[in-house]
């Protein structure tokens, strides 16, 4: 489903990452864990396209996204990648729902389905009475809840999710670790998350420890 040979990248004369290597199968949650500086976000970053390797291959639903046009290539990432950050990136102008269905707007989908769907997402992750709330109305258990519904809008394959919980107190990031092995089993989707949080880790399928730029 997802797979990464041999990911080299440098800024300047720092070596960042030095020959990753990764295998992810369909509906996996895989956690990636190691010391600030081991290369953790890079990796997730170029997991996402968000930034591209000095050298290697990357593969996500068979396709090839680093070979795509720039075009092409925002396009694929807006269909198959979700994203889920730490500090959530919801825009402050808009709604709880409007902040759902940005990435539907972007894919140029119908308004009606957008609606529906970011509304039944919202209700699956118990936020739906908060739709018309704006960000800074809303704790911060509401928003990680509103920025996984995000990420799921446009039924990507993968969701990357950079220390989801790392701004969370502990109730609301047991929920949110919960929540992601409910929406593996309900949308059979892979989940891949960089974090500190040893219990989200241990719970996943597979746990990764990177240092110094690759897997030990």
Known sequence: ???????????????????????????????????????????????????????????????????????????????????????????????????????GMIAGKNKKDLKDRGEFLLERLSVNHRKDHKPNELSGGEQQRIAVCRALINEPSVVLADEPSGNLDTRNATELHELFFQLREEFQQTFVIVTHNEDLAAMADRKLTMKDGIFI
């Open 1 to 103: 489903m997802l797979t990464a040979k041999n990911i080299l990248k440098a800024y300047g004369d720092l070596s960042i990452l030095k020959g990753v290597n990764l295998e992810i199968a369909k509906s996996e949650i895989v956690s990636i864990v190691g010391s600030s500086g081991a290369g953790k976000t890079t990796l997730l970053q170029i997991l996402g396209t968000l930034d591209k390797p000095d050298n290697g291959e990357l593969i996500v639903n068979g396709i090839s996204p680093f070979s795509l046009n720039e075009k092409a290539l925002a396009a694929f990432r807006n269909q198959h990648i979700g994203f889920i950050f730490q500090f959530h990136q919801l825009l402050p102008e808009f709604t709880a729902l409007e902040n759902v269905m940005i990435p």
